[in-house]
């Protein structure tokens, strides 16, 4: 059974810093890309950084672009995301979500954690 | 770039079929044969239900089915049960070198 559980979520100031952490099990995580969602309670779902199998290839939308950083370590199963400089609009629920190939560039999201809650306010 | 455009809610009984769209542009559903769709129940994670236009993960009903003509996509849920009311939400592939993945702002269906 696939499995994604992420954590790292929590209350931030503005301007400040937080690190998402995403464990997988149940398939070979180093065949997979992966991919940050966000969602703000409510709300619309929004792509927010993605990465190839082997990390060689990562993009971000232009929302979060200079800001966050997404990696990855394969011999811990894990995804991460570094978030910098979070601003209110950051506020949202973050799934960590498995790639349906190596590619993130293809963008299909095949299976989703729970979430991670991420909220910025002073 | 923009959000792709669904309808805010569709309805349908149970046993019936229902219809509903997601229309992008040229540099997103109509330039691409990469349209995704996914199932949303209230506090839960999304759920893949079709993948570049057509197709199906195992495990989903093939009581549903994409299709897409121009720069408009469409999901069309067959035999509808109590279960199918969630949120449905569609993404595509787009143009943009980085940030390959645009959304949808999402449809509520309402099982009658």
């Known amino acids: 059974e696939v499995q994604l559980v992420e954590s790292g979520g929590g209350l931030a100031q503005p301007g400040r810093s937080l690190r998402l952490t995403c464990v997988a099990s149940?398939?070979?995580?180093?065949?997979?890309?992966m991919h940050w969602v966000r969602q703000v309670p409510g709300k619309g779902l929004e792509w927010v950084s993605g990465?190839?199998?082997?990390?060689?290839?990562?993009g971000y939308a232009d929302s979060v672009e200079g800001r966050f950083t997404i990696s990855r370590d394969n011999a811990k199963n894990s995804l991460y995301l570094q978030m910098n400089s979070l601003g209110p609009e950051d506020t949202a629920l973050y799934y960590c979500?498995?790639?349906?190939?190596?590619?993130?560039?293809?963008?299909?999201?095949?299976?989703w954690g729970q979430g991670s809650l991420v909220t910025v306010s002073s | 770039q923009s959000a792709l455009t669904q309808p805010a809610s569709v309805s349908g009984s149970p046993g019936q079929s229902i219809t509903m769209s997601c229309t992008g542009s040229?540099?997103?559903?109509?330039?691409?044969?990469?349209v995704s769709w996914y199932q949303q129940h209230p506090g839960k994670a999304p759920k893949l239900m079709i993948y570049d236009v057509t197709n199906r993960p195992s495990g989903v009903s093939d009581r549903f089915s994409g299709s897409k003509s121009g720069n408009t996509a469409s999901l069309t849920i067959s035999g509808l049960q109590a279960e199918d009311e969630a949120d449905y939400y569609c993404?595509?592939?787009?143009?943009?070198?980085?940030?390959?993945?645009?959304f949808g702002g999402g449809t509520k269906l309402t099982v009658l």
């Open positions: 149940g398939f070979t995580f180093d065949d997979s890309a």
């Open positions: 990465i190839s199998w082997n990390g060689n290839n990562i």
């Open positions: 993404s595509s592939l787009t143009a943009s070198r980085t940030s390959p993945a645009v």
């Open positions: 979500a498995k790639g349906y190939s190596g590619r993130y560039e293809t963008a299909i999201f095949h299976y």
């Open positions: 040229s540099s997103d559903v109509g330039g691409y044969n990469y």
